[in-house]
C-alpha cells in the first residue's frame, strides 16, 4: 500500500532581490488569505507566507544564478486553488487594486471545460495563477476510493 500525500506542506522560491519581492508579495499573498513571518535559516534571511494549508516561502537566490527560465527543468508555474469563480473575480480585482498586473480571469476550456483563472507574475518572473476549485479537482477529493481510473 502506497503512503498517501495529503497536501504540500511548503514550497520555497528563490528570488533575486528580497526587498523587491517582500514590496511584491505582501499584497499578492495578503489578497490570498496568508499571514506574514520572517526568520533565518543558515544565516539567510527568509519571508514566510502562510495559511493553514501551507508555507509559501521567500529566500536570497545565490549569486551569479541564472535568472528563472519556466521552460527549463524545474518550475513552470505555480497555482493557488480558491473555492470558486467569483473567489478568482475578487483575487484579481483586488491584485489589480493592489497594482499587481493580473490578466482578466476567465474560462480556458483548452485546460478544462470549467478551469477559469487568472494568471501574474512576480519580479522574478515566476507564473503565478489564481484558480477555481474545479468539478474534478472535488471529485478526486470526496470521492478518491470511489474512483476506478486507477
Do not use: Q
Amino acid at each position: 500500500m502506497s503512503v498517501e500525500t495529503i497536501g504540500i506542506d511548503h514550497v520555497y522560491i528563490a528570488v533575486r532581490d528580497m526587498g523587491r519581492s517582500e514590496e511584491f508579495y505582501d499584497p499578492v499573498m495578503r489578497v490570498l488569505g496568508f499571514r506574514k513571518g520572517d526568520g533565518t535559516i543558515g544565516g539567510d534571511p527568509h519571508l514566510f507566507y502562510y495559511n493553514r494549508h501551507f508555507v509559501y516561502a521567500l529566500r536570497p537566490a545565490r549569486d551569479g544564478t541564472p535568472d528563472h527560465d519556466p521552460y527549463a527543468p524545474g518550475l513552470h508555474h505555480l497555482c493557488f486553488r480558491v473555492v470558486d469563480e467569483a473567489a478568482v473575480d475578487r483575487a484579481a480585482g483586488e491584485l489589480r487594486a493592489a497594482s499587481v498586473a493580473v490578466t482578466e480571469p476567465r474560462y480556458y476550456p483548452e485546460y478544462g471545460p470549467d478551469y477559469y483563472a487568472t494568471f501574474f507574475e512576480d519580479p522574478d518572473g515566476i507564473r503565478l495563477e489564481v484558480m477555481n476549485f474545479r468539478e474534478l479537482r472535488r471529485t478526486l477529493m470526496y470521492d478518491w476510493e470511489a474512483r476506478t481510473d486507477r
